[in-house]
């Protein structure tokens, strides 16, 4: 049974590009959550989706950041006009329902030049 | 809000001796869930062992095991026998009722020396 994939592993942007982060949840898991992991930090709730809902999204920066999981293919964390504070690992975890334990996928090392 | 502190940010032992990581959290909430994950040098994200703030009884998951005091709201992380393998950084997590996401405190970065 295949883990929580993400990818890519790692991304480098320059400023002002545009950063798109993918994860495919465990076979059987319809909830996703993002979590972001500045260096020497730990991780940070961001949102949390269902398939095509944003549950939660109180995490998430007001502005360039958005997320998507729909009801077909992999979430998607979009993030635009990157700046180089936006350098981080970022996340993903899933589980089969809510309140269920999160299984964390290998994150996606962003970094902005 | 809910907050997890992780007081000790590092620790070391020898290898094959015990050692205890220390979490405190704050919270209003009669039912959660706490969690322990490690991330090793890989960067990967694993959990280690999960507690339901309604058992009474510790969790243990092999030569890992919890002292979970819900009154003084603490949840620390024993680890027997320490192994090479277990030198990472230890998260301790909080799940809210309200919600599903989790709130992790700052880490203690874990050494087993041989």
């Known amino acids: 049974n295949a883990g929580v994939m993400q990818n890519p592993r790692h991304l480098v942007r320059r400023r002002g590009q545009e950063a798109r982060l993918r994860c495919s949840p465990m076979?059987?898991?319809?909830?996703v959550y993002w979590y972001r992991q500045l260096p020497e930090e730990g991780l940070k709730f961001m949102v949390y989706?269902?398939?095509?809902?944003?549950?939660?999204e109180s995490g998430m920066p007001k502005e360039r950041f958005s997320a998507e999981f729909p009801k077909e293919g992999p979430s998607i964390l979009r993030i635009q006009q990157v700046v180089r504070g936006d350098s981080a690992a970022y996340f993903c975890a899933s589980s089969p329902m809510m309140r269920e334990t999160q299984y964390f996928g290998p994150g996606t090392r962003l970094l902005v030049l | 809000a809910q907050t997890v502190t992780q007081s000790q940010p590092e620790m070391s032992v020898q290898e094959a001796e015990t050692v205890t990581l220390s979490c405190t959290y704050d919270t209003s909430e009669s039912n959660y869930y706490l969690f322990w994950y490690k991330q090793p040098p890989s960067r990967q994200m694993i959990l280690v062992i999960r507690q339901e703030a309604y058992k009474q009884q510790n969790a243990t998951e092999n030569r890992f095991s919890v002292n979970f005091q819900k009154a003084a709201k603490s949840f620390s992380l024993k680890i027997s026998d320490s192994q090479l393998g277990d030198t990472a950084m230890y998260f301790c997590?909080?799940?809210?009722?309200?919600?599903?996401?989790?709130?992790f405190g700052e880490g203690t970065q874990l050494t087993v020396n041989p």
């Open positions: 076979k059987g898991h319809s909830h």
């Open positions: 997590a909080f799940d809210e009722t309200s919600g599903s996401r989790l709130t």
């Open positions: 989706l269902q398939k095509e809902n944003i549950i939660d």
